[in-house]
């Protein structure tokens, strides 16, 4: 008797175009019972459009819900890490500058104190870093390396304000061959790859002994 009654207001639940889904939590039965109670009994082609609407809004508003937790939750830590490490110092930004040109820099151009990255902000710092020398943004060279699917006039300007470095310093672009589309990490490589270099005898031997002293430090 149970199960007939149960069939019963599976039945009148169809019957009033509730999803499968909905019925089995309800009743607590299986989905191949349902099967065979309601096989005659299929939804209209526009109820399921729209349970499939509704599913993909339910589905839309947990992912913000998620994603408000996620952003909610950083901010708690960031909140905590702005209070222990306090305003930065110049001291601060010169041991960053030697660690950021110890693993992004390049060491082999003779005098020439170099970074390249595809990170805005790794260059904007590493600029702020050099300023501390006193030079000028207009005393540096840029030199691009783009895709030949890359619009070069926009990525020039994309780098330009970013670094708030004057557009006679940049070079001619270096255009490879491949195609950014081709890449299956091209995320990372949006605005190509950029070179933010400073020639100079004395701050190339100040950069290199000064992380000379660093990598003693940590022996």
Known sequence: MA???????????????????????KLGVSKSTLSSWLKD????R???NKLRSNNSERIEKFRNTMRGKREAELQKVFAKVKKEIGPLTKRDILIGGVFLYWGE???????????SNTDPDVLRFFVKWLSLFGIRRDMLRVKLHLYNDMDVSKE???WIKELKIPRKCFSIPYIKKSKLSELS???GFGHGTCNVK???????????????YIKMASV
């Open 46 to 48: 526009e109820r399921i």
């Open 3 to 25: 199960k007939l009654k149960e069939k019963k207001i599976a039945l009148k639940m169809r019957q009033m175009e509730f999803s499968y889904t909905k019925i089995k939590s």
């Open 105 to 115: 820099g390049s060491k082999t151009a003779s005098y020439t104190t170099s970074v």
């Open 185 to 187: 990490y091209g995320k």
């Open 41 to 44: 009994l299929p939804l209209s």
């Open 198 to 212: 400073y020639h100079d005898k004395n701050m190339w031997h100040y950069s290199l002994m000064a992380l000379k």
């Open 156 to 158: 020039v300007n994309f």
